[in-house]
């Protein structure tokens, strides 16, 4: 019987500790980002920049109908934007305006990939009507 209670009580102190560490304990402060990481970080976004301007070229290399045409167009003004942006990442010198200018240029990037798929996703053929 004193065994159970002994037993007992550890398990109920464990609990009351474990609960006491998530509610305090749990929540740490944020890693704070270095000017150093978010500039190797602006380098990788400029290659991702590089490699869409290559595959947007390619695109344009080969017949498209006109609103993929448009969705280029589209998808170049996007590309443009994102390498303002860039350029004010380089030169930025507070931590947190330069992550959110590579979060808006990631957020460019992802549209501009969207656009660039969609346009050159071969279209489906329509059924012929033949009778």
């Known amino acids: 019987m004193k065994l159970r209670i002994v037993i007992w009580t550890i398990v109920g102190i464990?609990?009351?500790?474990?609960?006491?560490?998530l509610l305090l304990g749990g929540k740490g402060t944020q890693r704070r980002i270095t000017l150093k990481e978010l500039h190797l970080q602006t380098e990788r976004t400029e290659k991702s920049i590089n490699e869409l301007s290559g595959?947007?070229?390619q695109a344009r290399a080969i017949p498209?109908?006109?609103?993929?045409?448009?969705?280029?167009?589209?998808?170049?003004?996007?590309?443009?934007?994102?390498?303002?942006?860039?350029?004010k990442?380089?030169?930025?010198?507070?931590?947190?305006?330069?992550?959110?200018?590579?979060?808006?240029?990631?957020?460019l990037l992802t549209r501009t990939r969207r656009l660039l798929r969609d346009a050159t996703r071969p279209q489906p053929a329509k059924p012929g009507g033949t009778t």
């Open 89 to 107: 990442a380089k030169t930025g010198t507070d931590p947190k305006t330069v992550e959110q200018h590579l979060r808006t240029v990631h957020r």
């Open 14 to 21: 464990l609990v009351v500790a474990m609960l006491l560490f």
């Open 55 to 57: 595959r947007l070229a």
């Open 64 to 87: 498209l109908s006109p609103d993929a045409v448009s969705a280029l167009r589209a998808a170049e003004s996007l590309l443009t934007q994102a390498r303002t942006l860039m350029e």
